[in-house]
């Protein structure tokens, strides 16, 4: 079965532009979380997803955002940008909340380099 | 609050030699504990898990085992090959019924030389 799909997988924005993420889980999953990766902070939590509500949110400011759709695709927007919100940003689905401790499935990423 | 650390990197072996990836956490109830592995230009795949203490997970020749007692989860594997080469991640899930958010330590690089 096709995995996770993130789309683009690389995108280049100017500060003060916003950006819209993409991500759609593995059929059946209806659970989608979305982590920031930077090689100062590590692999940090965004938000999670499920059926187009979301259950749970890291620290991050006001600038990220996301949404599920009612096929359980995900996307994520960020606003404003700025130089440090340069990084890879990681969907994961799973089959439904909670569901984390059977381990997420990743995609392979949306490269995100903020100029 | 629950946490994880993990042996810093990066780690250079030389193939076929034996590999261990210290990894310790902190948390509160009975958390499941997981190694993702993540190769150049890749997003996280699974690695092995175990949801409870004296679980030993395996997969690929890697192996780790939950100690409660130790709180560790370190990881073990006998002969690298240079395809093991890429960054691993240790990390927990607080618990089944807990939000889905899992925490994850810094990564550990490890290189392996032919």
């Known amino acids: 079965k096709a995995g996770v799909t993130q789309t683009p997988r690389y995108l280049i924005k100017t500060r003060g532009q916003q950006v819209t993420l993409s991500c759609s889980p593995i059929s059946g999953h209806r659970s989608v979380s979305w982590y920031q990766q930077t090689p100062g902070q590590g692999l940090q939590f965004l938000f999670e997803?499920?059926?187009?509500?979301?259950?749970n949110k890291g620290n991050f400011p006001g600038r990220f955002s996301g949404r599920q759709f009612s096929n359980s695709r995900s996307e994520m927007n960020v606003s404003t940008l700025e130089l440090g919100d340069s990084a890879l940003y990681l969907c994961a689905s799973s089959l439904a909340p909670g569901q984390g401790g059977y381990g997420y499935t990743f995609g392979s990423g949306t490269r995100l380099t903020v100029v | 609050g629950n946490s994880v650390t993990q042996m810093e990197g990066p780690v250079t072996l030389s193939e076929e030699a034996f590999l261990t990836i210290n990894c310790t956490y902190t948390?509160?109830?009975?958390?499941?504990l997981f190694w993702y592995v993540q190769y150049p230009g890749e997003g996280l795949q699974l690695l092995l898990k175990a949801t409870k203490a004296d679980d030993k997970g395996s997969n690929k020749g890697f192996e780790a085992t939950y100690r409660k007692e130790t709180t560790s989860f370190h990881l073990e594997k006998g002969s690298v090959q240079v395809s093991d080469s890429a960054v691993y991640f240790c990390?927990?899930?607080?618990?089944?019924?807990?939000?889905?958010?899992?925490?994850f330590g810094s990564g550990t690089r490890l290189s392996i030389r032919p």
């Open positions: 990390a927990l899930a607080p618990g089944y019924s807990s939000a889905s958010k899992i925490i």
């Open positions: 997803y499920f059926s187009e509500t979301q259950r």
């Open positions: 948390a509160t109830g009975y958390p499941s």
